[in-house]
């Protein structure tokens, strides 16, 4: 039977005897894909679920592709999702996820596998090369000790066309048995392989280390680079020829011109300042001035938006968002012009990329870092013993020297390679932890840029999941808003109308009550943020990590292009539930895709709940407690649609506070009851398991005396 | 106006200096879609650069705190003054950001000319 917009395979490696099977994908078909897939895989396959560190050899990892994958559903064609145990997490490392763009999870489909499962642990360092179906673990002797550039060209000189060599046909099949669909592929390419590799980082197994692909792509978060070096895997590539069925071409032709002419910005008249995820114009995210206009756009295959660059000066390229930010203001300190600060910003973005360090650490990190050398608990000789070169704090060697010392596991790289917050405990700075000058938020995890002090539904996400959520559904309501108010120009949207709008996509829980979106200090522990948090996390496990459409545009709640404002999410004509019905032929609702995230994020909390989860241990860091969000913090205002004392919506500052971890406390109660959870311990029960045909879920818990009592 | 007498070059000095960790000024950049980011003040040069224009992401920045903070550690009322002044202004945020910006580079200037500054080298004198 034609599964359509699937491979139909799902390859397993067992990395220690060096065996590769295969898994039919309809057994896991229910899952849908991706985070869905890979922890329903994980699930099954990983015998010792109690691990709770990523590097014990039981760890099972998973890279799961999605129907969407090498198909032209905008914004949705090119994404991975990476689960497993992560690495540098406090004070367990949970079951967690990652993600990354590119062409890796087209290729791999291409190839004819919908996912790759990696278990057990290699004698010696091996990469995996994947050419169709013909799969080969080989020795990485040579490539150990690459930095993930270095390696991903070496790979392309093996198995593709080798580099300065023109353009040539390869074939990849030397048997029939090796193509993806005789009658389709003809195992002939003139690619060069899709190359996921760790580097410097991930081999010394650190908190740091990344999973790397192409030049910008990277699944940073989860220290998934530590998992695989503590594998000895040092890469997988990928090259296929084949293709994916989809169930309805037309259909799916007609909702991606719906998606252009009726959401996206007019390319002769085109609006820069709409209020839409989807429809405005390609547009690079690196976050300083671009260090050349000579630059062509990059995307993720099948996207629509382009958000990273090539340019022409040769550095930089393809790097975007956070680890284009993270040491600018170290930057600015010393460069003698803007231009230099471009210049340099953007090579210690390369840097990150080369090492495979997720950067995202520095985001409040390397303050911290800063300010242990400043007041001399940090430098040669001193209490924490580090001789990095402060004094060229700023310049390009010494981010270099920085991210090499961290990557390697020198310096002060030994005691952060376990993760920051344990390396605050040993060095004695738990009071940092306290007073906010360690801004790690939830699980050990940095602090991103949206304080859960003030946008609830980001904050509450993340310490109920695994990780720093990272998930800007709502948060395009801040960037919004807040701009026009710094610009004082005319909101697109008052708040009344907005939190209808949105409100009128959140189903089904919180369909039409725009309260769920009230995070005014009387409103911030109710049951109506419950609900939207619920369809946060619901939303976000389906159809962002398993059907794996791009964060950064969907969903889109409302879009001032459209009639009405209305988003594309959703809709009838270029909603989720659209493009995944037109690839696969389902008759999937909406909503059928929020119940389907229920399943899986009650599937993770299972996994977390082995892993020895309890309630009591669902806390913020200390500071979001005991500190307050201050005004000019990092910004003079965060604005946000809240209800005033007469029930009239308005954008409201909702910096100036702390959460009360008392009420915080109480809150989660609320949660975990609409969620059918235990509320004394958070743990999944059995009614609420098998509602969802996940009895087998329930047994385990059962087994290992960790199933939730019932209410 | 912007009128602002030039330092003296001990003054000027001490407006130049960058200050302890302990003394910044706390302050950050909207850049979406990371969020807001720190970036703590510990210098009029870091000042003017956090203020200076740029397309990817706006100053986030206390004005009555900055200009305390210009009164307190780099001794220079003068500057404060002016920077209250703009930011007492009816006009928009990213305006009076604008505003300060403008008074601040003007005060870097004179005072690295007042200590005889390179004023193509970042760092301060």
Known sequence: ?711 | MNFLVPPSRDAAVRMLRTVLYADRLRAGRMRPPVGLIKNDIRSLLELERLLAPEPHGLPGLDFAAAAAWVERELGDPELAGLVRREAARDVSYVDRCLGIHTVVALRLAQAREAAGDDPSNGKEA
Request: hydrophobic fraction near 35%.
């Open chain 1, 1 to 711: 039977m034609i599964q359509h917009g699937y491979a139909g395979k799902i390859l397993r490696l067992d990395l220690t005897t060096r065996t590769v099977s295969t898994i039919d994908t309809a057994k896991y078909r229910r899952w849908g894909g991706g985070h869905g897939l890979g922890s329903a895989l994980f699930w099954d396959l990983c015998k010792d679920k109690t691990i709770t560190d990523g590097r014990h050899p039981a760890n099972v990892c998973i890279v799961a592709t999605s129907p969407f994958c090498g198909t032209i559903v905008p914004s949705g064609g090119g994404r991975s999702e990476v689960v497993g145990v992560g690495v540098g997490q406090d004070p367990v490392n949970w079951f967690t996820r990652s993600g990354f763009g590119g062409r890796f999870s087209t290729m791999l489909k291409y190839a004819g596998w919908d996912a790759v499962v990696i278990e057990g642990k290699a004698d010696k360092p091996v990469w995996v090369d994947i050419r169709n179906r013909k799969v080969t673990i080989r020795d990485a002797s040579t490539l150990w000790g690459k930095d993930t550039w270095a390696t991903q060209i070496d790979i392309w000189n093996r198995v593709g066309v080798p580099r300065g060599v023109k353009n040539r046909w390869k074939d990849i099949n030397d048997t029939v048995d090796d193509a993806m669909s005789a009658a389709t592929d003809q195992g002939r390419t003139t690619q060069k392989p899709a190359v996921l590799t760790i580097g410097p980082a991930g081999e010394n197994q650190t908190a740091g280390g990344c999973l790397l692909h192409d030049a910008g792509n990277g699944a940073g978060q989860g220290g998934f680079g530590a998992v695989w070096g503590s594998k000895n895997l040092k890469a997988i590539s990928v090259l296929g020829t084949g293709s994916i069925t989809v169930a309805d071409p037309t259909a799916l032709l007609k909702a991606r011109v719906v998606m252009k002419q009726k959401y996206s910005s007019d390319v002769d008249r085109p609006d820069f300042h709409a209020w839409t995820k989807l429809g405005g114009p390609p547009k690079p995210l690196f976050m300083t001035a671009s260090p050349t206009e000579d630059r062509r756009p990059q995307a993720c295959q099948g996207c629509t938006s382009g958000c990273r660059a090539r340019f022409s000066v040769g550095y930089g390229n393809e790097s975007t968002c956070q680890e284009t930010a993270w040491y600018i203001a170290a930057i600015r300190r010393v460069a003698k012009s803007a231009q230099e600060v471009s210049e340099v910003n953007m090579k210690a973005a390369d840097i990150v990329q080369k090492y495979g360090f997720n950067s995202f650490l520095f985001q409040t990190g390397l303050h911290w870092l800063e300010h242990l050398h400043e007041i001399g608990e940090m430098g040669p000789g001193k209490r924490i013993p580090s001789s990095l070169p402060w004094e060229k704090y700023g310049t390009l060697e010494f981010a270099e020297t920085l991210v090499h010392a961290l990557s390697h596991r020198q310096d002060i790289g030994k005691d952060l390679a376990e993760g920051w917050v344990q390396a605050a405990r040993k060095w004695g700075r738990e009071k940092d932890l306290h007073d906010g000058t360690l801004q790690f938020s939830y699980w050990g995890m940095a602090e991103h840029g949206y304080d859960p002090r003030a946008e609830l539904e980001w904050g509450y996400g993340s310490i109920l999941g695994d990780r720093d959520c990272n998930e800007h559904c709502f948060n395009v309501i801040f960037t919004n808003v807040n701009a026009a108010f710094a610009y004082a120009i005319p909101m697109r949207l008052e708040a009344k109308e907005l939190v209808d709008i949105v409100a009128g996509k959140l189903s089904p829980y919180a369909k039409g009550r725009p309260e769920v979106l009230d995070f005014g200090d009387g409103n911030m522990y109710s049951e109506a943020v419950a609900q939207l948090v619920r369809w946060h996390r619901h939303y976000t496990r389906f159809w962002k990590q398993s059907a794996l459409l791009c964060d950064l545009k969907w969903p889109e709640f409302y879009n001032t292009n459209a009639p009405g404002n209305e988003g594309a999410s959703g809709s009838s004509d270029a909603g989720e539930q659209v493009f995944w019905n037109a690839v696969t032929g389902d008759r999937l609702t909406f909503e059928d895709g929020v119940e389907l995230g229920r399943r899986i994020w009650n599937l993770d909390n299972a996994i977390w709940t082995l892993q020895g989860r309890h309630r009591d241990m669902v806390h913020f860091a200390p500071y979001v407690y005991e500190t307050k969000y201050e005004k000019g913090e990092l910004f003079p205002f965060y604005m946000w649609p809240c209800r005033d004392e007469k029930g009239e919506w308005a954008y409201t500052d909702v910096m100036g506070r702390a959460l009360d971890k008392k009420k915080f406390d109480q809150w989660k109660t609320i949660f975990y009851g609409l969620e059918g959870w235990d509320p004394k311990t958070g743990w999944p029960t059995r009614k609420t398991l098998e509602k969802m045909d996940m009895a087998f879920v329930a047994d385990g818990l059962q087994a290992a005396g960790r199933l939730g009592a019932e209410g």
